[in-house]
């Protein structure tokens, strides 16, 4: 018993010991308020972070759906800016108790779901962050090996030793794994310190880009003829399919809209991580996007198909005897891929999931450790398998996007509306009935029953689009899934605290924390004691009003 004790001990995260046994459940350093020194994101910190986001292959990629429902170049490139525009206001908004009271997603959740209820919606984004590192790895591992065969050809004749049951072959695992290791060290680095590494890709992937879209260009003599593709569809076919592409374009931001306190966080002030992040997300897709029509529509007049996929068109190029110099673009942007990946891969899913399972098992876990288990849960859960069988995967991502988006709706409604800016920092870290979070047992009932219906709204819909018949209403309800998943919770949450009202409603929009509180840790190894500081909302003390956003 008493190595065992000695091994846990080992294991447990340094933590202040005079709290209670209920308090060390919810508290450790990474869950506490971002202590000043940490805050370091400014504006241009968000741009490059949405830059570094967005260049990756499946947004290069997100408009190829679109074109083959019927779209031209241009409309498809519309759903783009529509799409990514109306989720940002969503992202920003709920980005906002973090950029001011520099707490992350599990702690803000907190203020709506209760101490404990909050463990659930955690849950279900840590999981889906675990499952994306995976998948996002497994698109890395092919930009590794077109960058090994721009080196060495003969890595795509590595013979196979892995059973079918695999689900693989040797060459491709080799690289997959390659890809994963060069991620590991990213993780290592904390939050407040990783922006770095997205100025660097903010730099070396738009070159890349450009260099792809003129090389494409001078190759193929022309932009080819699919931005000379007329629309196949029209009149209100042609509605519902912009409306169902712009939807997907939200679909894939409902993660991130959800755990957008993560990063605002670590915000110098308010404002960084509002208007830098308002005009940077979709002007960075529709950028990224238009370069991947371009390119795409090039490649078709090269090899008579539009070849979506920026890693298998740099395939193609290796295929036909190329010369050094080909050899070398090709492994210059395929490199600038790889890049691209493992920034996506930290900033949707290691920081999230790092930060979620530390609000799950804060005894044991922060946030670096965290990132670790996210990587090798996406090692362990064989990703190339979920890709396999796209249309499964891709509607258990719709199916997702409905929970994320009553999670969403709920937490807004909770911090624009019922409590309207007015925050109690300190009781988010206590578990007593004492604290405005406590609710019922530690659980926000109200907040569940919303979280319910905006899930419930879409249930028809999308026993649909898994194959079954429903009517065309419930199918129409389900394609404005996010909305009106949103929109439901958001309307039940409302009226229920109406109904019942909690300690801290009502009054005038205010943005401040009542109690004054904020903690830090001592960073040092000699020091774990808790310390009080009276601040405002920006961690600075005599702050003047005008210097929040």
């Known amino acids: ?24 459940l919810i508290t450790n350093e990474d869950l506490l308020p971002v202590i000043p020194e940490n805050r370091t994101w400014r504006g241009y ?19 190829s759906s679109m074109i083959q429902l019927g779209m031209s170049w241009w409309q498809a490139w519309i759903c783009v800016w529509l799409g990514y525009g109306l989720a940002t206001p969503f992202l920003v908004l709920n980005a906002r108790p973090g ?55 003969s ?41 770095h590494f997205f100025v660097v890709k903010m730099v070396i992937t738009p070159i890349a880009a450009v260099v792809f879209l003129v090389w494409c260009i001078v190759k193929a003599k022309g932009v080819g003829p699919v931005v000379n593709q007329p629309s196949t569809i029209h009149g209100s076919n042609l509605a519902w399919a912009m409306i169902v592409s712009l939807m997907s374009c939200i679909s894939n931001m409902a993660t991130l809209i959800t755990n957008a306190p993560d990063f605002a966080s670590r915000a110098k002030t308010p404002a960084a991580a509002l208007y830098p992040q308002l005009f940077a997300m979709p002007l960075a897709c529709s950028i990224v996007c ?63 999931a790092g930060c979620d399972l530390t609000a799950l098992f804060p005894r044991f876990i922060n946030i670096r450790r965290g990132g670790y288990i996210a990587a090798i849960v996406g090692l362990c859960m064989c990703p190339w398998n979920l890709l396999k069988s796209s249309n499964n995967f ?92 949103f929109g439901v919770s958001a309307v039940v949450y409302y009226a229920l605290n109406r109904i019942f009202p909690v300690v801290g409603s009502g009054g005038s929009f205010e943005e401040n924390d009542i109690s004054n509180y904020e903690t830090s840790y001592a960073r040092s190894n000699k020091s774990h004691e808790v310390e009080e500081v009276v601040v405002d909302v920006d961690g ?9 956003a």
Not at 13 to 22: A, G, K, N, Q, V
Not at 179 to 194: A, E, G
């Open 99 to 153: 950029a001011l009271f520099h707490i992350t997603f599990p702690v803000v959740n907190r203020t709506s779901f209760g101490i404990f209820g909050s463990l659930w919606c955690v849950f279900n984004r840590a999981a889906m962050a675990c499952i994306w590192y995976g998948v996002q790895a497994s698109i890395g591992g092919t930009c590794v090996l077109v960058m090994l065969r721009a080196m060495w050809p």
């Open 290 to 352: 238009l370069i991947g029509i371009l390119v795409s529509s090039s490649s078709q007049t090269l090899y008579g198909e539009a070849i979506w996929s920026p890693i298998d068109l740099l395939g193609r190029f290796l295929d036909d005897d190329p010369s050094h110099a080909t050899r070398f673009g090709v492994w210059f942007i395929a490199a600038a891929f790889i890049i691209a990946q493992v920034c996506t891969n930290i900033s949707a899913n290691s920081v999230s």
């Open 1 to 24: 018993m008493g190595l065992v004790k000695g091994i846990v001990q080992r294991l447990e995260i340094p933590r202040d010991t005079s709290l209670s046994y209920s308090q060390q």
């Open 394 to 485: 891709t509607n258990y991502l719709s199916a997702y996007s409905v929970f994320l988006s009553s999670i969403a709706g709920v937490m807004i409604t909770e911090y624009y509306i019922i409590r309207k800016g007015l925050y109690k920092v300190s009781d988010l870290y206590k578990t007593d009935k004492e604290s405005w979070y406590w609710y019922t047992y530690g659980v926000n009932f109200r907040a569940y029953a919303a979280y319910i219906a905006g899930i419930l709204i879409n249930v028809v819909g999308f026993a649909g689009a898994t194959g079954r018949s429903v009517p065309l209403a419930a199918t129409r309800i389900y394609e404005l899934s996010f909305f009106t998943g």
């Open 45 to 63: 910190n968000y741009v490059a972070f949405w830059v570094a986001d967005m260049f990756n292959i499946n947004t290069w990629m997100i408009v």
């Open 540 to 548: 600075k003390e005599g702050s003047s009003e005008n210097e929040k």
């Open 155 to 195: 890595v795509n004749n590595i013979p196979n030793s892995m059973p079918a049951s695999s689900g693989t072959n040797t060459r491709d695992f080799l690289c997959f794994f390659l890809f994963w290791l060069i991620s590991l060290p990213v993780i290592w680095f904390p939050v407040h310190k990783i922006r």
